[in-house]
């Protein structure tokens, strides 16, 4: 395994740690990992530093993103199926973050959940 990505951290971190850890049997030896977070899950960066992860940390300007999302969720809400796995995706993150064991950093009260629901392409969240 060459590439690992990952939208959202495991419950568990140390689960993430062996995830990653599969990406140095890629490619003579070596191998990289893709973790997008929040802002507010910045406290997992200290948490992988700790444990000896060579991180190379790159932000993105939101203002970039609003013209693709709305070109997103209008394919996504157009078809009732992408919707339905959006939905279900939405909820599993939901339920991921409620379940974190490293609460203080995965606090679902930090979450701003119309913004979360946009992220999958879902247009009003009810």
Not at 91 to 100: A, D, E, G, L, V
Request: hydrophobic share 35%; aromatic share 16%; glycine share 6%.
């Amino acid at each position: 395994l060459a590439w690992h990505h990952q939208f959202s951290p495991p419950t568990d971190p140390k689960e993430y740690v062996h995830r990653i850890g599969r990406t140095g049997r890629g490619i003579r030896g070596k191998g990289w990992s893709l973790l997008l977070i929040l802002p507010s899950e910045m406290g997992l960066l200290k948490f992988l530093k700790k444990n000896r992860f060579i991180l190379e940390e790159f932000r993105f300007p939101f203002k970039n993103f609003s013209f693709l999302n709305e070109r997103i969720k209008n394919i996504i809400n157009k078809n009732f199926f992408l919707k339905k796995m959006g939905k279900e995706a939405f909820s599993s993150f939901i339920n991921s973050y409620k379940n974190h064991i490293l609460r203080n950093i995965f606090d679902p009260k930090k979450l701003n959940i119309e913004k979360i629901y946009s992220c999958y392409g879902l247009k009003r969240y009810s």
